[in-house]
C-alpha cells in the first residue's frame, strides 16, 4: 500500500470522520513504519 499511512490517518480518520479504533490502530502501525523506515535511512 503506497499510501497506505497517509490515507489512514488524515483520509479516513480526518476527513471521513472514521473513529473506529481499529482503523486508529492501523493508522498508528502504518505511521510508525514510515518513521521506523526514515530512521534506518538517516542512520
Known sequence: ???GG???MH???NYDG???K???DD???LA???IN???MMLA
Request: hydrophobic residues 25%.
Open 32 to 34: 510508525n513504519s514510515i
Open 18 to 20: 472514521n473513529q473506529s
Open 11 to 13: 483520509l479516513y480518520m
Open 27 to 29: 493508522g498508528f502501525r
Open 1 to 3: 500500500m503506497k499510501n
Open 6 to 8: 497517509y490515507d489512514t
Open 37 to 39: 523506515r526514515c530512521e
Open 22 to 24: 481499529g482503523v486508529c
